[in-house]
């Protein structure tokens, strides 16, 4: 009986964990902000949301007598232990203060054209661990940010005015969403730098729209724009309703 109350603490505990980082993820993400201050902003968001997880899933487990015994003698052991795990996490703990880095300085931002390593893209994604560039071909070179913080980036935006205009919307699962990105991209033909993409599925598909403005003003103006013709073409296509 203990155990299976125990168990059920657990999963009330990791159950909770999930739940919060997931309101506080979704409270963070609806601010609409410059390329650089989403950039830092992004990096922000998911390291409070797997902080979060990781403090809901070890009190959790501090739940449970056995772990809290074993608990007790890796602390008595702590020194070596963190050595070992200093060497065998280096990597990853070395991309994460990275990825912190670049968001702090950027040197590059979300949506800038950079060039690194002879390949030229958009950065479209800046993890904790990596960092995605889209390159002209439509394919991803996944760049470890260890590695990025520490080469030469040509940043051909870094210099420019333009302001990247985005609107995201969330669509159900089960429809065609190859046909839902197509049907959006034709309807916004002719606007600058189009970019149409599904960024997430989970409950339910996020669609990404991009766009190219003059200038940060341009963009807020562009958003609002795309965000009521975006919402017009699914309400039309019977998507949203």
Known sequence: MHD????AVVGVVVALAL???EIVDRAMARRKLEPGAITRYRVLRRSVRSGIVFVGLLSALLAIPQVRAVAGGILASSAIIGIVAGFAARSTFANVIAGLMIAVTQPLRLGDL????GQQGVVEEIN???TFVKLEDGSRLVIPNEKLASDTIKNASIRRDE????VSVQIPLGLDLAR???????????EPGLEVYVS?????ATLQVRTIAPDARSAEEAEQTLRLRVHEHLREQEILP
């Open 128 to 130: 904790l661990i990596y």
């Open 4 to 7: 299976w109350h125990r168990l």
């Open 114 to 117: 950079i060039e690194t390593g």
């Open 163 to 166: 302001a990247v205009a985005q």
């Open 180 to 190: 839902v990105v197509s049907g959006l991209k034709e309807m916004l033909t002719g």
């Open 19 to 21: 739940l919060l980082s």
């Open 200 to 204: 997430e599925l989970s409950e339910r």
